[in-house]
């Protein structure tokens, strides 16, 4: 690990400011440039930086903690009725709030299943959603792979079981973030603040990028800028919630697979509209709109949760080792449709 300094800025902005380098562009710049390390890396938690740091595939010349700033980690119930997140906001304690297990318990559930309590009492929900792939050939220094500016993805033709089986050309990353896929289903959006204060609203959903938009980054975080907050909108009387996930063991395991159901159903019992969203499925958290739409418009039952089940695989394409997860995912959606109409608590 090399030597960096260290900065504790005490504004979002002067954050911004000093923020030079988005973790994308540090670890596809060229490593043969002679002199000290220039890139300046922006700190939440601080999981995942550590992680980089320790295996050497980023050199930072600064890290800039954000810590020290105030009230970026306040929940707050604003006027309209959405809950504000702060992006420093720890995993634990999102989980354990009042407010987001009542209205939202489908995203307190996920967030309580995730990691390990030490992870969660560290992680910050910012971080979470701007984590870098869990690939294997990604996370080795070894592999200069397509994601780091190399010329090849050797997931497609190595060992890809815990792979993407959409979208998988010509990166096959899944998306690393559970509370992402939740969030996206919920139809969150973020609040990004530049060096001059200006606030960005981006919906979720559309902040995540697709390998064939830039094979080099999963979103569209500028350099000086800041994620300060993470907005979940109010939900109507008739919405229920569920989330499942599947995993090789019960605790702090990555999932194989999972999915996030949001359902707006009438007085009559007819799904209005559906977000069914699928985590470890992409390399961006992936909308089954083939699903959705068997769902809208209609009353749901185990056969109606089944057809949709079936159809969240529309356009599926697994690579060789990877195809356990058809269905896998199937039985998820099929289970969380249900789930959410019994219960609505994830």
Same mark, same amino acid.
């Given at each position: 690990?090399?030597?960096?300094?260290?900065?504790?800025?005490?504004?979002?902005?002067?954050?911004?400011?000093?923020?030079?380098?988005?973790?994308?562009?540090?670890?596809?710049?060229?490593?043969?440039?002679?002199?000290?390390?220039?890139?300046?890396?922006?700190?939440?938690?601080?999981?995942?930086?550590?992680?980089?740091?320790?295996?050497?595939?980023?050199?930072?010349? #600064?890290?800039?903690?954000?810590?020290?700033?105030?009230?970026?980690?306040?929940?707050?119930?604003?006027?309209?009725?959405?809950?504000?997140?702060?992006?420093?906001?720890?995993?634990?304690?999102?989980?354990?709030?009042?407010?987001?297990?009542?209205?939202?318990?489908?995203?307190?559930?996920?967030?309580?299943?995730?990691?390990?309590?030490?992870?969660?009492?560290?992680?910050?929900?910012?971080?979470?959603?701007?984590?870098?792939?869990?690939?294997?050939?990604?996370?080795?220094?070894?592999?200069?792979?397509?994601?780091?500016?190399?010329?090849?993805?050797?997931?497609?033709?190595?060992?890809?079981?815990?792979?993407?089986?959409?979208?998988?050309?010509?990166?096959?990353?899944?998306?690393?973030?559970?509370?992402?896929?939740?969030?996206?289903?919920?139809?969150?959006?973020?609040?990004?603040?530049?060096?001059?204060?200006?606030?960005?609203?981006?919906?979720?959903?559309?902040?995540?990028?697709?390998?064939?938009?830039?094979?080099?980054?999963?979103?569209?975080?500028?350099?000086?800028?800041?994620?300060?907050?993470?907005?979940?909108?109010?939900?109507?009387?008739?919405?229920?919630?569920?989330?499942?996930?599947?995993?090789?063991?019960?605790?702090?395991?990555?999932?194989?697979?999972?999915?996030?159901?949001?359902?707006?159903?009438?007085?009559?019992?007819?799904?209005?509209?559906?977000?069914?969203?699928?985590?470890?499925?992409?390399?961006?958290?992936?909308?089954?709109?083939?699903?959705?739409?068997?769902? #809208?418009?209609?009353?749901?039952?185990?056969?109606?949760?089944?057809?949709?089940?079936?159809?969240?695989?529309?356009?599926?394409?697994?690579?060789?080792?990877?195809?356990?997860?058809?269905?896998?995912?199937?039985?998820?959606?099929?289970?969380?449709?249900?789930?959410?109409?019994?219960?609505?608590?994830?």
């Amino acid at each position: 690990m090399n030597r960096f300094s260290w900065v504790s800025p005490k504004t979002v902005s002067e954050a911004a400011s000093i923020a030079s380098t988005v973790m994308a562009e540090a670890m596809t710049a060229a490593d043969d440039e002679p002199g000290p390390a220039k890139e300046t890396l922006i700190k939440a938690g601080g999981i995942d930086l550590l992680d980089l740091l320790k295996e050497g595939l980023v050199e930072p010349g #600064t890290v800039v903690s954000l810590g020290g700033i105030p009230q970026l980690d306040a929940i707050v119930n604003e006027a309209d009725g959405s809950l504000r997140i702060g992006a420093m906001a720890t995993l634990a304690s999102i989980a354990d709030h009042p407010l987001v297990r009542r209205r939202y318990p489908a995203f307190a559930g996920a967030i309580a299943a995730s990691a390990s309590p030490q992870i969660r009492n560290m992680a910050t929900l910012g971080g979470n959603l701007l984590q870098r792939p869990r690939c294997w050939y990604f996370r080795a220094a070894e592999y200069r792979c397509l994601r780091k500016g190399g010329g090849h993805c050797f997931a497609l033709s190595g060992e890809n079981q815990y792979h993407a089986i959409f979208n998988n050309m010509p990166c096959a990353i899944v998306h690393p973030s559970t509370a992402a896929t939740v969030l996206v289903a919920l139809g969150a959006t973020l609040e990004l603040v530049n060096a001059n204060g200006k606030v960005r609203q981006s919906l979720l959903e559309d902040f995540f990028v697709t390998p064939d938009k830039d094979v080099t980054r999963e979103n569209n975080l500028q350099s000086q800028e800041i994620l300060t907050a993470i907005r979940v909108p109010a939900l109507g009387a008739g919405v229920r919630m569920a989330h499942l996930k599947q995993g090789e063991k019960d605790s702090f395991d990555w999932p194989l697979a999972d999915v996030a159901v949001v359902l707006d159903l009438a007085s009559n019992g007819n799904c209005r509209s559906a977000a069914i969203i699928l985590g470890a499925a992409a390399p961006v958290p992936y909308r089954a709109k083939a699903a959705e739409r068997i769902l #809208t418009g209609r009353p749901i039952d185990e056969a109606v949760a089944q057809e949709a089940g079936r159809a969240a695989l529309d356009g599926a394409a697994p690579l060789s080792k990877n195809a356990y997860k058809l269905p896998l995912f199937e039985t998820l959606v099929r289970r969380a449709i249900l789930a959410a109409l019994e219960k609505g608590d994830g």
